[in-house]
């Protein structure tokens, strides 16, 4: 491990506690987990406490602590992807990759999963390969999937990769758009929200790709903090009233369609979300009254 990277990781955040998850995320993406002696010097160069470190890392479930293959393929078991045959398409991966889930290929290439919700039940049966989300997978496409992983995924482009797609968002209870061409992330227009944090308010612009974290907000937002989300404009709160599966924090409900709803957690910095399918009419109108 180089200590130089890790400590021009914690420069670029201002060397803050503020900033631990996006240093956290960094250094993961850096080199695949957070190894011991890279959570040491991130204590050391923070000023914070190693304890405090770890407690974080345990507590979403994005961070590992355990070595990962170039490759994570992470399969949904949840009870929307569940009874469509996503036992099935888990065992076709542990087949092809000769591993069970939580286990990693000798050659260090694939690491497997299976998790409880991806988030994406409107998509299942739902796989994710290195942040690329596959919908509607099948037992005959495990193959492709894993060919496409092996010779590297290139940056995706909306309308053309079928892997991301970007999610048109608008307000539940004025039916207005929040989607902002004039400020674009990840090549797209984002979504354009209210954010407020004590006695702070502002905009923050969310990037429209379904799993992406990449957000910009125009007023300084610790990382953890718990912030309210409103339209930009009726002003009013988008609290959709579920659980983050990563925190427990409530989660920012908006309409995706007419038939789905867009969660995102409320908590900077974490990487939450789920998208759900309303499967009528009077499911929609049930969202925007709770709205």
């Known amino acids: 491990?180089?200590?130089?990277?890790?400590?021009?990781?914690?420069?670029?955040?201002?060397?803050?506690?503020?900033?631990?998850?996006?240093?956290?995320?960094?250094?993961?993406?850096?080199?695949?987990?957070?190894?011991?002696?890279?959570?040491?010097?991130?204590?050391?160069?923070?000023?914070?406490?190693?304890?405090?470190?770890?407690?974080?890392?345990?507590?979403?479930?994005a961070f590992s602590l355990k070595p990962r293959g170039k490759h994570l393929v992470s399969v949904c078991l949840g009870t929307a992807c569940h009874v469509r045959g996503a036992p099935k398409i888990a065992d076709e991966f542990s087949r092809q990759l000769g591993i069970g889930p939580g286990d990693t290929t000798p050659d260090k290439e694939f690491s497997l999963e299976t998790v409880n919700c991806l988030g994406a039940c409107a998509l299942g049966p739902t796989v994710?390969?290195?942040?690329?989300?596959?919908?509607?997978?099948?037992?005959?496409?495990?193959?492709?999937?894993?060919?496409?992983?092996?010779?590297?995924?290139?940056?995706?482009?909306?309308?053309?990769?079928?892997?991301?797609?970007?999610?048109?968002?608008?307000?539940?209870?004025?039916?207005?758009?929040?989607?902002?061409?004039?400020?674009?992330?990840?090549?797209?227009?984002?979504?354009?929200?209210?954010?407020?944090?004590?006695?702070r308010a502002g905009i923050v612009h969310l990037s429209a790709f379904y799993g992406s974290v990449h957000a910009d907000c125009d007023t300084e937002i610790p990382d953890g903090a718990l912030t309210v989300m409103s339209c930009p404009h009726c002003a009013q709160e988008l609290s959709g009233g579920s659980a983050c599966s990563e925190c427990g924090a409530t989660m920012t409900m908006m309409a995706a369609g007419e038939y789905a709803a867009l969660h995102i957690c409320a908590r900077r910095g974490c990487p939450g979300h789920r998208l759900d399918l309303l499967t009528s009419v009077q499911n929609v109108a049930k969202v925007r009254k709770k709205a």
Do not use: W
């Not at 491990?1 to 995320?25: K, T, Y």
């Not at 993961?28 to 470190?53: C, E, H, M, N, V």
């Not at 929200?193 to 006695?199: C, E, H």
């Open 1 to 61: 491990m180089n200590d130089q990277v890790v400590e021009d990781i914690v420069a670029r955040h201002h060397g803050s506690l503020g900033g631990m998850l996006s240093i956290l995320s960094e250094v993961q993406a850096k080199y695949g987990y957070l190894p011991q002696d890279a959570l040491r010097r991130i204590a050391a160069a923070t000023g914070g406490s190693l304890t405090d470190i770890y407690a974080v890392v345990t507590f979403y479930r």
């Open 128 to 199: 994710v390969v290195d942040n690329h989300y596959f919908r509607h997978v099948t037992t005959a496409k495990v193959q492709h999937i894993l060919e496409q992983a092996r010779g590297g995924f290139q940056q995706p482009v909306a309308g053309v990769d079928s892997r991301v797609f970007p999610v048109n968002a608008s307000c539940p209870a004025c039916g207005h758009t929040l989607m902002d061409a004039g400020h674009t992330i990840d090549g797209h227009a984002s979504i354009k929200l209210a954010a407020s944090f004590a006695d």
